[in-house]
């Protein structure tokens, strides 16, 4: 499923990615699902974390400087369960 949010930044570097509730509870996987995150045509895997009252997903520098974006930009995100087994890329 897809949803836009922007790239928040979080200290000096760390950067994130709210995820609406709505999605977290269309995954139907728990508070900490594994997922395949895409922004541009970057994918890699994560978990989402909850943060407060909120989730958030983290997006670090490679994965941040292969999508071509940057914290404040505003991104059209793809989020799925990730389903491969443990050390399956």
Sequence with gaps: ??????IEL???TA???????????Q???????????TVGSHSYR???????????????TEHRDAAGVT???YVT???ELDTAPLGGE
Excluded at 1 to 6: E, Y
Excluded at 27 to 37: A, E, F, H, T
């Design 71 to 73: 914290a404040g930009d």
């Design 46 to 60: 994560t978990t989402i974390a909850r943060m407060g009252e909120r989730y958030l997903i983290p997006l670090a």
């Design 77 to 79: 995100v793809d989020i």
């Design 1 to 6: 499923m897809k949803f836009r949010a922007v």
């Design 15 to 25: 950067t994130g990615i709210e995820v609406p509730d709505d999605v977290v509870t």
């Design 27 to 37: 995954l139907d996987s728990g508070q900490r699902p594994k997922v395949v995150i």
């Design 10 to 12: 979080n200290g000096t």
